[in-house]
Nanobody, 123 residues
Framework: QVQLVESGGGLAQPGGSLRLSCAAS????????IAWFRQAPGKEREGVSS???????YYSESVKGRFTISRDDAKNTAFLQMDSLTPEDTAVYYC?????????????????WGQGTQVTVAS
């Protein structure tokens, strides 16, 4: 079992930055692909970024060039650096981990989910 806890959300101004963290406990994340998803009010949960144990990264088109995913397996933590934020980035952000590979943003590939952290981008 893996427990995931996100932190780092909050209020940012358009053009600003936030850094989300996803801390894992219960098991090490070395072998797990990790992903960040987000869900805005009235919308479906969507994949934002994913990173595999070998360091391969994936980004949705909407965040490519603005967000950077990373992982520190020694600290059992993953990160999502979010720059050039826009109001459209407002959502609850979730981190997820799972042993299955395949499509990086397929929700069914992830067995473990955090509780989410709210990101609000507004002036």
């Amino acid at each position: 079992q893996v427990q995931l806890v996100e932190s780092g959300g909050g209020l940012a101004q358009p053009g600003g930055s936030l850094r989300l963290s996803c801390a894992a406990s219960g098991n090490t994340l070395d072998d797990y692909p990790i992903a960040w998803f987000r869900q805005a009010p009235g919308k479906e949960r969507e994949g934002v970024s994913s990173i595999r144990p070998d360091g391969s990264t994936y980004y949705s088109e909407s965040v490519k060039g603005r967000f950077t995913i990373s992982r520190d397996d020694a600290k059992n933590t993953a990160f999502l650096q979010m720059d050039s934020l826009t109001p459209e980035d407002t959502a609850v952000y979730y981190c997820a981990a799972g042993r299955r590979y395949g499509a990086p943003f397929a929700i069914n590939n992830y067995d473990y989910w955090g509780q989410g952290t709210q990101v609000t981008v507004a002036s």
